[in-house]
């Protein structure tokens, strides 16, 4: 038997059954500032009907015989996925994230799913999806449909209209005090997100040719020993975890016993790593940084590469987010080339055969730049090896929620503490090659994490709403004996707030590129 529909009827129906099953988590957060009561019963459910009223304002223009199914099954689909994560994890679907998703390998996806998520999909995404395709569309010449669909998307409108009149008091004070709530807006926000990530890419593509080579050069003062800089990029560390910061536990043994300067208030570019690796490495700054405009600027690879920089990118994440487009890449992520798999590749790994390239280029600079697996969430248990598990018991679930604050803490310490034995290992290969070099090691995490405080858990969230978690970030130096610094100054600049746009303009710093990208008052080394 098949259901014979209107489209306009159909996308109705569709609006209204998303708006219902999608917004536990908008519903939750409203609630929290509007507890129920019978007097702020009536405008809790109003919020409903304005989002549905309003989804179907925007999806009418898909009401065509040849659209509607795929549309509407398409707005199914998102809906479905968004109200996952916003329930499970506390994430608001932004373009943050829908970059995130797309850049999301295999691996990545794994450690995401669970059984709760195809639950879910199947009861709210699959099913109603195999309804919308077997509902046979009424036949209606053009004019007829334009005046119906029309009438649909009006009416829609005043219902919208009429609700927030009615409720204009309770609505004044939502968007004056509560704005943020409406980000939970599902699938309203991931449709918004999405149009925007489009919009952003078209001028990506335009402007990728079009960068400004940037003068760059280095004067090496007669005798001086060429430099070796490793740049680590970590993934997903928060600072009050970090155990040079204080932290209760001492998940940092290897570099307290180390002549490291801990940055101790640093903040991130971002709260994902989609914005903050490419932002790290721009001239930009967060202020100014985007995507799209980053992509007509040279980055600090580019520079310090013209500069006479023999420059190399080691991947044990996903990839470089376009950053090392113009450099040399080798993937660590396939135990073809990572000897240190088990099965997981550790960042360990990225060491192998490190020492042959580095002897190769007798007598050059070299920048060796180290992306981390590092605290890669929700599955924090499988980034160390198993016989690192300092403390227990740890999560063992990618669906956060299922586990105790303790075993989410325990996990993801375990997995901080590995990052430390690593770390000990890049400076240790700096210590052997202290006869022929001048060596420095730079740390820094991408973005923070969410635990559970708050009901939030892993990162992502917009940059104004982030919890301090996400933000702020552990940063770490090490120089050899040789290496030309100041370091009275570098110590005295530890406890300054600091933040990732001071990278760009202090690895330039570290090499003495002569460069009018630099700004020395930006450099953490001055």
Not at 425 to 434: A, D, H, P, Q, T
């Amino acid at each position: 038997m098949r259901f014979a529909l209107k489209p306009w009827q159909l996308v109705i129906l569709t609006s209204v059954f998303v708006t219902i099953t999608g917004n536990a988590t908008f519903l939750s957060k409203l609630t929290d500032v509007y507890p129920l009561s019978l007097s702020s019963a009536g405008f809790i459910a109003s919020t409903l009907v304005v989002l549905s009223a309003l989804l179907v304002v925007l999806l009418m223009p898909l009401a065509f015989a040849p659209t509607v199914r795929p549309a509407m099954i398409f707005v199914i689909g998102i809906a479905a996925f968004g109200g996952y994560f916003e329930d499970t994890y506390g994430t608001v679907i932004d373009t943050i994230i829908i970059r995130s998703l797309f850049a999301t390998n295999a691996a990545e996806a794994t450690d995401l799913a669970n059984v709760w998520l195809f639950v879910r999909l199947f009861l709210f995404g699959v099913i109603p999806a195999v309804l919308v395709w077997r509902v046979r569309i009424t036949p209606a010449t053009l004019p007829v449909r334009l005046r119906q669909d029309l009438v649909a998307a009006v009416t829609s409108l005043a219902v919208a209209i009429g609700t927030l009149l009615l409720f204009s008091a309770n609505y004044t004070s939502f968007f004056r005090e509560h704005k943020p709530v409406r980000y939970y807006a599902n699938p309203h926000s991931t449709i918004y997100a999405i149009a925007q990530t489009a919009a952003e890419v078209l001028p990506m593509t335009e402007s990728a040719g079009a960068r400004e080579a940037i003068p760059a050069r280095i004067e090496r003062s007669p005798g001086q020993l060429p430099r070796l800089v490793i740049l680590v990029v970590g993934e997903a560390v928060r600072a009050d975890h970090f155990g040079l910061n204080g932290y209760e536990r001492n998940t940092t043994p290897t570099l307290a016993g180390l002549p490291v300067y801990n940055f101790t208030d640093v903040s991130s570019c971002g709260t994902a790593t989609a914005i903050s690796v490419p932002c790290m490495f721009s001239p930009l700054g967060r202020e100014s940084f985007s995507l799209s405009s980053a992509a007509s600027h040279e980055n600090l690879l580019d520079i310090v590469k013209r500069a006479g920089v023999d420059v190399m990118w080691r991947d044990n994440n996903s990839d470089s987010k376009g950053v090392a487009d113009r450099v040399e890449v080798i993937s660590y992520r396939n135990p073809d080339v990572n000897p240190v798999c088990d099965p997981e590749c550790r960042d360990v790994g990225m060491l192998s055969d490190l020492q042959s390239w580095i002897d190769q280029r007798a007598g050059r600079d070299l920048l060796v730049v180290l992306h981390q697996m590092g605290n890669h969430g929700p599955a924090y248990y499988k980034r160390y090896p198993a016989d690192w598990e300092k403390w227990k018991p740890v999560c063992h679930s990618n669906e956060l929620s299922e586990c105790t604050d303790m075993e989410i803490s325990n996990a993801y310490d375990n997995a901080i503490r590995y990052t430390d034995y690593f770390l000990g290992e890049v400076i240790g290969l700096l210590s052997r090659n202290e006869a022929t070099r001048q060596t420095a090691m730079v740390y820094l995490s991408d973005h923070g994490e969410s635990l559970g405080e708050y009901g939030l858990y892993l990162h992502g969230m917009p940059y104004s709403l982030a919890p301090r978690a996400q933000t702020w970030v552990p940063m770490v130096m090490y120089f050899g004996p040789d290496f030309d610094v100041d370091r009275p100054q570098v110590e005295a600049n530890e406890a300054r707030p600091w933040s990732q746009d001071n990278l760009f303009h202090t690895v330039l710093d570290l090499f003495g590129v002569e460069t009018p990208a630099l700004d020395p008052a930006m450099s953490m080394l001055r």
